[in-house]
Structures are given as C-alpha cells and as structure tokens.
C-alpha cells in the first residue's frame, strides 16, 4: 500500500464512520432513481404546498427499515424545500411527552439552524418579512438581528406587516414579537424571545411586557401554528416528525404514546399554512398506528413506496462512487476507477440485497481490513461477509503522532472556553473532536455509536453521542452535553432548562445529561430548585478539567489534519477515553465486563459458565447435562459464533466429555492449538485451564474422502441389529435410511413412478433390514433380485432393478457413498487414548466437493453414531458426548428433504435417552428445520445480518415466552441465551482457549494437519 493509498483510504473512514449522514449537511450524493417514485411524490407535495394560499398538503410517510435511506432522503427533502425559498423542521419525539411539545421544541431549536450562507432559517424568515413589510435596510437589519432592536422597531414592524395579511397578524402578533427577540443579538432578549417560543411563563414578572408580549404561556400548537402561519407568508414549509418507532417502543408499551401521536398527527395538518407534513418511519410502526390507533390520523397521510434495498446494481454502482468521489477529492486522491477500492465488477448481481447503509458498511468494512492488513487489494464480491476485526494490525510508528500531540497539547489555548457567553462558540466544537476520537479508540464502525451534527446557533446542548440499541426498532441510548459557564442566575437557569428539554431525560436510563460547570452554581432559590431537579431526573454536572480541554483542542487539530496512521494511533493510545470526563460518563457504560474466574475444580462436572450478563456481570451457566437436551445458536459471521462453539466444546473436554465436531469452514481443526500469546477476553485462570485442556485433550483430524489425509469412512446402511429388538427403531432407521438412499437413487419427484419406487426402496429396506444385515452391496443384490412377497407394489421386480442399476452407479461415481476403505468405528471418534481425558474429533469437509456428498456422509455418520451409543449409553454421567454441528441448515432444512434430514431428526428424538448431546449453529435459523430448535433446551443468539433471519430468531423466543428486545444491538462474543426454564439474558461470551486467528486454515493446510498427527500409542481401535 503506497502512502497516497492509506492516506486516501484513511479519508474514506474519517467521512463515512464517524461523520454519518447528516439531515443539515451538504452532501453532493443523492443519486437520482435511488427512490424515483418517493423522489417524486416528495416533489409533488412541495409543488402542492408552494402553490397553496393556506391549506396544507396532505402529508405523506416514507417507510422502510433501518438504513434504507430515510435520513438522506430527509435531507434531500431539506435541500428541496430550501431551493423553493421554504424551511424545514425535523421533529425527534424523543424529546417529548407528546407530539405537539416535540414540535415546538424541534420548530424553536431549527429556526436556528444557519444554512451553508452562516444565515439561520429564523433570520431568513424576518429579512422576508420585513420585505413584504416594506421596512427601511436599517429597520429591517434591527428586525433580523443584525442590529439592536427597540420596542419602537417592533411596533413599526407588527403595524407594517398587519397591512399585508391583517388576520394572521393578530393572531400571530405575539409569536412574531418573540420571534424578533429571539433572534436578537442581546442574550437576554433572546432568552425572553425562547422561553415564550418554548411555552414558557415568565421568569421575571414585566419583562415581556416592555415588548408589548403577555406573560402567560401559550400553548404548544398555537406556537407551532402561529410559526407556520408566519412562515406561509414567505414560502412554503415542511415538518418532518422521525423517531416515531422509539415512541411505538416506549417505556409505557406504546400504546399510550401512540395515541398521543395520532391525535397530534390529525391536528398537524389543520393547524399549519403550506406545510408538507413527513412522517419517516419503519413499516410496523406506521402498521401499528394505522391499525391499532385511530384510523382517521392516517387518512391525513399518504403512503409512499417503501424504501427497501437497492433494486438496480448500476444504481450501487453510482451511489457508491459518489461517496467515495468527495473525501478522494479532499485529500487529491485520484483512484484507478470511481469505486476503487470495489472492484467494478463486484456489483453485479448484488440487486435487492443491500440497503444504502448496509452497502457503506460492507465497504467501509473492506477498506477497514485493508488499512488494518497495511496491504490494499479489490474487493471482487460485496456478498461475501467481512472478515472478523482481528486481522493482525499492519505496523506503524506512533512516535511521530505522539510528538504531534505532545506538541498540540502543550500550546493549547482553552483560558476562554468556558468563559460566560463563549461556551456556544467553543465548546461543541471540542466536544465533537473528544467523542469523535472516543467512537475510533471504541473500534466502531459508526454501526454501534454516531454522533449528531452541530446543533447551530444559540444551541441547547453541544453535543449528543448516540447508541443503536435495537437496530430493527431504532431504539437508542443517548448521551448529551452542554456547558454553562453563566454566572447569571436566569442565564444558567435558562440553559439548564433547555438542555434538559432537549436531552429527554427519561427515568429508563437511556437518555443522559451531562452539564459541565467548573464553578458553583449561582445562589438563590430558584437555580437551587433548577439544579435540584435536574439531579433529580438524572442530570449529572461535572467540572471538566484543563487536561481534557487540552486534550480536544489536540484532537481537534488532528482530526482536521488527518495525518497517516492516526486511526492506529488513536487506538493504540486512547487518548479522549483516558480523558477524566469521557471516562467517568462514558467509562462504566461501555466497558467490557469481565469473564469471572471458572468456578471452583470441584465442581466442574456440574456446569459450564457460558458467560456473564452485560446488564451486571452475573455469571451464566449451563449444566453439563442439559446439553443432552441439545443446544442450538444463531448467528452469523462476525458475532462470534465460533468461539462460542470452540469453548463449548473445550470446556465439555476439560469435564471428561468427548465431542465430534463438523467442520465445513476449516476455522475448528485448531483445536489443539495453543494461543501465541493471551488473548483479549480472557479471565486471569484461562491460562491455566488452556494448559490443562491442552495437555488431557487429543485432536484428531479426520478428512472423509482425502486419503492424503486421515480418511473416514462408514457403511452407509445403519445397524439394523443393533435396532432389530424395538420396531419403532427399526422404523425410524429404515425412514432414515431411505431417505439418504433416494436422492442416490434418483427417486425424485411426485410422479407416479418416484412414488412406486419410493415404496418398492422402504419394502425392500424392511425386508432386508429384518433380517440384521446392513451392506450397501447385499441391499443391492436384494433389489436387483427382488424376493417373492418382499413388495406389495405391481411391478416391483422391474422398479427394483432399476434402483439396483441405480445404486451402483452412485457407487461408481462417488466410492465414500459406497463406503470404500476400512470403516471406522464410531467409538473410535469419541474415546480417549490411555492417559487422556477426551478427545476431540474434527472433521473437516475438505475432500467432501459436493452438497449432497456431505449430506450423505453425515446421514452415515449419524446413523453409526446414533447405534453405537445406543450399545454404550450414557448411564449415570451427565453426558456421553457431544455432536457439533455448524452449518445445520444444510443437514435438515426447514424447506425440502436432503439425505441426512431424517437421521439428523431421528437424533434431536432419539439421542438424549442415551445421553448424546447435539449442538447446532446456523446463521440462517429461518432455513433450519423447525423441529431442530424446537427440541433444544439452550438456545444462543447472536448478531444476525439479515431481517428475516432476526425475525426467525424472535419467533423462535416468543415461542419460549421470551423476547430479543435488543438483538440488534449485539456486538461481537454478545449473545441473547436461554437455558432450560430461565428467559432469554443478554450475555457476553469469553474466549476460547484454543487459538483462533481471523483466516481460516487452507484445505492443504487442513489435509497436513491430519496427516502428521499420528495416532497415539494404546489407540482405542488397537
């Protein structure tokens, strides 16, 4: 990777991580066709609202899931309505009780919003104004803020504009006094303006009076009414209400909050003048409203298109190069084609498979592993999962970065940050530097954390980090800032309450405040009672200490220079974390819980602790024998799905308990490997269990089907004699031996024929399974000359030999079928050499090339498995082995049969009474075969990619009286876990105590490994 490369690909992660899409921002992105028709009807609202001489449009909801693109196109709406001379106001009603108080405060808050002139929408509506008011350049500049306002320029100006429209003007003359004071150069005037724009009594009695306002509040929707009334006169507006599905998913159920939302969504549209109303949303929210609510709300609306993934690949293709174009230009990038590093061809195909976002992050992950690797290469195919975040980091020398900020550090100048009256000009601008670099010393991705967008002019807080709790619901945690160095009494309280409303401080702990003050608080009753409840409500108000300041200003200047390797460096050093204010807020939030140390030797055969709760750190534990009752997990790649699978099996090993573990993706035959060096996740007594797991612990290798390696092989028929004593059994391996042998067969179909040699295959197997014998080759000569009275079917001795031919066929083309070589005895897979304590059996799929040839030897070694522990079960021990095996939903799908359904569903019947446990994973629970988790008492679920797959998820736990409220939250080695009769806890899952690097071993690595790994002496097949 050439210098100009890193540095190009280093711009791609500062823009697109941790500067996400911002409603207020300038993108240059948009790519046209992305949503034509919701594009259009957008349109179509705006024409209809600046054409309108009062009434509003009818409004309009844009649904779709997360990352679809709700909150781009929000921004082109914002961008649309601009271009039209109107204004836009997003409303977050997670600020507020109810609808029309999230108005207001979004209305008031937005006024303030500058555009990319430096002018605010509130100024841009008084310079209006004054226009059709006909008042002088002077008068007009005192009315817009840019000069000292009177009570005489006032009066002037409510007289002049009455004589333009006399109606709206006596309704609205108070409103639009508060306007021009809230605009005000003169703090106190603005906050005399913002506290009645905000609904607000008074704080000081005759203060608005001198401006011709009465004292009493005015209530929110006659606020919000007068604004848009005001605003109508000068251009056509649009509101657009989002976070309704954190409403939907509130503390109170929703239900309650629901209503309030409706009822405020039927008034929206009657209450405002030229006003596109826009509700965004996902479609089970706006579902649940429309149903389950009134009726009437959404007959004010109309839906547009969902937005779903991307439906055209040239479409990818653009949307994709434009995101790239800017930060390439920032840093004068020339890239070898517009989506470099994505290989051009690498789109194709990829139609509805991607959200824009889920597109980004795909990439964003691509460049990620390039910059980590220190070694840039084409990404060829977008549907391949990323690679896990643990590829070995490229070297760098940090020394220069840490001269540099030494050296920014040291000259830092923060005397007047928090000097009264200059925190809003200083301090967001730190605090965005400090949470910035504490999003990248956290390893995110801007998946997990993002961070608003400035909030303007006069804000009331300056800076608010957000957390995705629940990716499907858009549930969020959120953490906001503000400092108030006023010494003033009504200019704290002023600021502290306005933050406060801001914020949303809830009593669930999901919405923090923090307030940074280096002084007391000024004296009387009232800050007193201010600061009281602030505390009360959960408010935290917190020095912020010189160091820290030193340490953003640093930041801040490196963020804008973005000099090589400064993501290494700022996860290598950490700097905003090791800052005291963003360690005590932040800190405890997000730090790792500890893995408890394994409980006490003596007790080891009792359970495995699989975890401890992120809610608390309370160690989670499974007994040993509730695995006989089976297990499964769900989840997909990157959750850590495998390292759970490993120290599961690692810890039944160090109980005594041997295990067979299926191998498809060659990322398990390093069970027998030591670690390099500790790994992140370990408990201080890992090492010690890794060591004794190491030294009593056998691996072997098996490679079915590649004799250059440790080849496998069994009869393909089950031991009929083994069940010959119990006509259920005997049923059952019968089923599951036709099963396999049909698709060999080439019985397939529903015709008539599939079906009469469907049943001439069974009675043939029920004749020659009756008398106790089980070779492929005597069941041949069976049906190659077919007893008397062995079928009930006309025509069976012609049927018969058909699938005699058949059979010998499949013979030929696949030998491991057939089972060629010396078979190997089950028990072999699962007992110890003398001196060990396990042994663990891996077996790779690396000389298994086909679907159905894997499907057919793990019908075999089902079949063998299930007879031989029936002969050696369990007894008194908690468990007598354990079958793992990944990939489940290729062994017995939830749609069709393949040849190892049956034996796979004999075993999730069958197996506990012999005490052989099963664990499954999958990553497609949707496609696994219902029966499989049905009978599982265990149950893990990780981070899943796809919505169906979720929803698989979530059925399933409902199914178990439990619920996954945050399964779109979890980051890796987090999963949801429910142990027989508990309900489902978030857990974080430890390390395993094996080696487990991020590439998987090679199949000539693989067939290696199992070659030079001899047996060892006094073999249990000697």
Not at 409 to 422: E, N, Q, R, S, T
Not at 452 to 460: C, E, I, N, Q, T
Request: aromatic share 6%.
């Amino acid at each position: 990777m050439t210098e100009e490369e890193r540095r190009a690909l280093e711009a791609l992660r500062f823009n697109w991580a941790w500067t996400p899409d911002d409603v207020w921002g300038e993108t240059g992105y948009h790519v046209e066709g992305m949503h034509a028709e919701v594009d259009r009807e957008v349109l179509a609202g705006l024409r209809d609202a600046a054409a309108s001489r009062g009434a509003s449009p009818i409004g309009l909801v844009l649904r779709g899931q997360r990352g679809a693109g709700k909150t781009h196109l929000l921004g082109w709406v914002r961008r649309q309505v601009r271009e039209r001379d109107g204004y836009f106001f997003l409303v977050d009603l997670d600020q507020a009780d109810e609808l029309w108080t999230g108005v207001l405060l979004s209305v008031r808050r937005d006024l303030m919003r500058a555009d990319a002139t430096g002018h605010t929408q509130l100024a841009v509506l008084l310079r209006r104004l004054a226009a059709m008011a006909d008042l002088s350049e002077e008068h007009a500049a005192a009315i817009a803020g840019e000069a000292p306002v009177s009570r005489k320029d006032l009066d002037r100006f409510v007289t002049a504009l009455r004589r333009v429209d006399p109606q709206v003007v006596l309704e609205t003359r108070e409103t639009l006094r508060a306007l021009v004071l809230y605009g005000a150069g003169d703090d106190e005037l603005s906050t005399i303006g913002g506290d009645y724009l905000g609904s607000l009594e008074e704080s000081t009695p005759g203060e608005r009076a001198a401006w011709g306002v009465r004292p009493g509040a005015r209530p929110p929707r006659l606020v919000v009414r007068d604004v848009s009334w005001l605003s109508a006169l000068t251009g056509p507006a649009v509101i657009a209400v989002d976070q309704l599905d954190a409403v939907a998913a509130g503390v109170d159920g929703g239900r309650r909050a629901l209503n309030r939302v409706a009822l405020g969504l039927m008034a929206l549209r009657e209450n405002t003048r030229r006003t596109l109303s826009v509700v965004a949303c996902i479609t089970p929210t706006w579902t649940q409203l429309r149903k389950s609510v009134f009726s009437t709300a959404t007959d004010r609306f109309r839906e547009v298109a969902v937005l779903r993934q991307i439906e055209d690949a040239e479409l990818a293709r653009e949307l994709v190069a434009r995101r790239l174009a800017a930060p390439y230009a920032e840093v004068g990038f020339v890239p070898p084609h517009p989506t470099w590093p994505v290989a051009v061809t690498a789109f194709d195909g990829i139609e509805k498979q991607f959200t824009p976002r889920a597109l980004l992050q795909r990439v964003d992950a691509h460049v990620r592993q390039c910059l980590l690797g220190g070694r840039v290469s084409e990404l060829e195919r977008l549907d391949t999962e990323p690679e896990p975040d643990t590829v070995e980091p490229a070297c760098h020398d940090l020394e220069p970065l840490d001269s540099r900020f030494a050296e920014l550090k040291g000259y830092a100048d923060i005397g007047a940050v928090l000097a009264p009256g200059h925190e809003d000009g200083t301090v967001p601008a730190l605090l965005t530097a400090g949470l910035t670099a504490w999003m990248v010393e956290q390893g995110d991705s801007g998946v997990e954390w993002r961070l608003d967008p400035p909030f303007g002019s006069s804000p009331a807080l300056h800076a608010r980090l957000r957390r995705t709790l629940e990716e499907e619901t858009e549930t969020e945690a959120h953490w906001s800032f503000r400092a108030i160095g006023h010494g003033n009494a009504r200019a704290a309280q002023t600021r502290l309450r306005d933050a406060r409303a801001e914020a949303g401080l809830r009593p669930d702990g999901t919405r923090h405040l923090v307030v940074l003050r280096n002084s007391g608080w000024p004296n009387g009753r009232v800050t007193a009672e201010h600061v009281a409840s602030f505390r009360e409500s959960g408010g935290v108000d917190l020095p912020v200490a010189d160091d820290d300041l030193r340490t953003f200003r640093a930041l801040e200047t490196l963020l804008a220079e973005r000099p090589p390797g400064l993501e290494a460096w700022l996860v290598s050093r950490k700097p905003a974390s090791g800052t005291e204010l963003l360690d005590t807020v932040l800190g405890r939030r997000t730090a790792e819980p500890s893995t408890p140390d394994p409980i006490p030797e003596s007790t080891l055969s009792a359970s495995i602790t699989v975890g401890v709760t992120v809610a608390d750190g309370t160690p989670v534990r499974v007994p040993v024998e509730s695995l006989r009752r089976h297990a499964v997990v769900f989840a997909g790649t990157g959750s850590g799905k495998t390292v759970l699978l490993r120290r599961l099996v690692e810890e039944c090993a160090l109980r005594g308990v041997s295990s067979i573990v299926l191998d498809p993706n060659n990322d398990l035959a390093r069970l027998g490997d030591p670690w390099p060096a500790p790994p992140p996740g370990w408990a201080p007594s890992d090492a010690t269990l890794a060591q004794e797991y190491l030294a009593n612990t056998e691996v072997v290798v098996w490679t079915p089907g590649r004799r250059a390696g440790r080849p496998l092989s069994f009869q393909p028929l089950p031991d009929f004699a083994a069940v010959a004593g119990d006509a259920d059994e005997l049923a059952m391996a019968v089923e599951a031996a036709a099963a396999s042998l049909e698709p060999r067969a080439n019985v397939t179909g529903a015709n008539n024929k599939a079906r009469w040699s469907r049943a001439v295959l069974r009675e043939a197997l029920t004749y020659y399974a009756r008398q106790g014998r089980r070779t492929l080759d005597g069941l041949i000569a069976v049906l190659a000359d077919l007893p008397e009275g062995a079928s009930t079917i006309d025509g069976a001795q012609k049927l018969a030999v058909e699938l005699a031919t058949s059979l010998r066929a499949a013979k030929v083309n696949d030998t491991l079928f057939g089972g060629a070589g010396e078979p190997v005895d089950p028990g072999a897979l699962l007992t110890p050499s003398r001196g060990r304590r396990a042994r663990v059996s891996v077996i790779s799929f690396v000389g298994l090339r086909t679907e159905e040839q894997r499907q057919s030897f793990v019908n075999q070694l089902q079949l063998e498995l299930f007879s031989w522990v029936k002969e050696h079960p369990a007894g008194d021990r908690p468990l007598g082995g354990l079958l793992v095996m990944d990939e489940a939903q290729t062994l017995a799908p939830a749609v069709g049969t393949t040849p190892s359904t049956q034996s796979t569903l004999m075993l999730v019947a069958q197996a506990r009474k012999y005490g052989l446990g099963l664990v499954f994973a999958t990553q497609a629970p949707k496609a696994l075969h219902n029966r499989v988790p049905g009978n599982a008492s265990t149950v893990f679920v990780g981070r899943l990619n796809a919505p169906v797959q979720i929803a698989a998820a979530r059925e399933l736990a409902q199914s178990k009286g439990g619920r996954l409220d945050h399964v779109g939250a979890l980051k890796v080695a987090q999963f949801y876990a429910s142990t027989e009769g508990s309900r489902f806890q978030r857990l974080r899952t430890p390390n395993c105590l094996t080696h487990h690097p991020a590439s998987a071993l090679t199949p000539e690595e693989v067939v290696h490994r199992a070659r030079a790994a001899q047996w060892p002496d006094h073999d249990p097949d000697d």
